[in-house]
C-alpha cells in the first residue's frame, strides 16, 4: 500500500462545503519549510488531485496552510479588525505508508480537525 494524503474543508457556519479555499502544502525538517505545492478545493469542499499522491508521498512531517480570512472575505462574512482566523495552519506528521486524510471544519470564530478515513 502506497501512501497520500487528502483533505475536505466544510464550512459550519454556511452549512456546506467551502470552495474556492486556497490550501499550501509544505514539508517540515526540523527550522525549515518547504513549500511543495498550493491547492483550491472544489465545490465539493475537495482538492481535485490528492494532495500528496502516492508517487510523492515520503513519511514526515507536513504542514497545511487553510487560507481561511480570504475565503471568508469572498463568502461575504463580515469580516473583524483584524480577521480572527486568517491562515490556519495544522502541522501533523505521517509515519507509514498509508491514507492519510486531514479535514478542516471551518467557522468564522473556530476550526476543528482530524485525522479521517
Known sequence: MSGYLTTHVLDT???CPAAGLRIE???IDGESRTPLKTLVTNIDGRTDAQILPAAEFQTGIYELLFHAGDYLDATGTPPGAPRFLDVIPL????SDASHYHVPLLLSPFGYSTYRGS
Open 13 to 15: 457556519a454556511r452549512g
Open 25 to 27: 502544502l509544505l514539508r
Open 91 to 94: 502541522r501533523f506528521g505521517m
